[in-house]
Structures are given as structure tokens and as C-alpha cells.
């Protein structure tokens, strides 16, 4: 079992910044992947990012490619989503997911752990 646990949503104003983490514990993998979903009220999960824990291949929606930046760390078991540029349609609860295999993925059925999520608000 993996437990994962985001922190550091809020509000902030359009243009803004806000970084997510995401601390992953239990059983873990070193060729894991740990993913980054956003769901608004009234529509799907969608993904936003996710990067390999072995050696930090990355993948982004093109939504915020350029804006959105995922890393880790591994000593801490800690992921993060750096969120730059932040606009109105960036609001949503924020997920982040773990997948057990190496696939740098963008489809949520296939992660295999899931935190609570966190609110993230972007004011106009």
C-alpha cells in the first residue's frame, strides 16, 4: 500500500503562484511514477502532469506546459507541482497519484494510489 498526501492548495489572484506537494509513504518503488489530475466542478478529471521517480522524465498537459513544473524528491519521498501563471481555469481540486510501474501516463485509470486532493482557487 502507498499513502499519499497533498498539501498547499489555497487562493491566490490570477498571475499568481502556489506549489503543491505531495508526500508519498509505505511501500514505494524506485520506478514509480507519481502523477499530478485537477477535477472542476462539473467536468472530468484531467491530468496535468507526471514524472518518473527513477530519473525524472516528465510529462505535462499542454494546458501548462511552460506555466506548471513537476519534480521531486527523493530523499523525502516528496513530490511537488510548482504552479507559475496561475489563471481562473487553473481553479480545481488537485490530485496526486501513484502508479507502481513505469509508464509516464496520462490516463488516470492507470495510477494505482490516490490522495484526498487539495483546492486550489485562482481569483480573476
Same mark, same amino acid.
Given at each position: 500500500?502507498?499513502?499519499?498526501?497533498?498539501?498547499?492548495?489555497?487562493?491566490?489572484?490570477?498571475?499568481?503562484?502556489?506549489?503543491?506537494?505531495?508526500?508519498?509513504?509505505?511501500?514505494?518503488?524506485?520506478?514509480?511514477?507519481?502523477?499530478?489530475?485537477?477535477?472542476?466542478?462539473?467536468?472530468?478529471?484531467?491530468?496535468?502532469?507526471?514524472?518518473?521517480?527513477?530519473?525524472?522524465?516528465?510529462?505535462?498537459?499542454?494546458?501548462?506546459?511552460?506555466?506548471?513544473?513537476?519534480?521531486?524528491? +527523493?530523499?523525502? +519521498?516528496?513530490?511537488?507541482?510548482?504552479? +507559475?501563471?496561475?489563471? @481562473?481555469?487553473?481553479?480545481?481540486?488537485?490530485?496526486?497519484?501513484?502508479?507502481?510501474? @513505469?509508464?509516464?501516463?496520462? +490516463?488516470?485509470?492507470?495510477?494505482?494510489?490516490?490522495?484526498?486532493?487539495?483546492?486550489?482557487?485562482?481569483?480573476?
Amino acid at each position: 500500500q502507498v499513502q499519499l498526501v497533498e498539501s498547499g492548495g489555497g487562493l491566490v489572484q490570477a498571475g499568481g503562484s502556489l506549489r503543491l506537494s505531495c508526500a508519498a509513504s509505505g511501500r514505494t518503488f524506485s520506478s514509480y511514477v507519481m502523477g499530478w489530475f485537477r477535477q472542476a466542478p462539473g467536468k472530468e478529471r484531467e491530468f496535468v502532469a507526471a514524472i518518473l521517480w527513477s530519473d525524472g522524465r516528465t510529462r505535462y498537459a499542454d494546458s501548462v506546459k511552460g506555466r506548471f513544473t513537476i519534480s521531486r524528491d +527523493n530523499a523525502k +519521498n516528496t513530490g511537488y507541482l510548482q504552479m +507559475n501563471s496561475l489563471k @481562473p481555469e487553473d481553479t480545481a481540486v488537485y490530485y496526486c497519484a501513484c502508479r507502481i510501474t @513505469p509508464l509516464l501516463t496520462a +490516463n488516470a485509470l492507470r495510477y494505482d494510489y490516490w490522495g484526498q486532493g487539495t483546492q486550489v482557487t485562482v481569483s480573476s
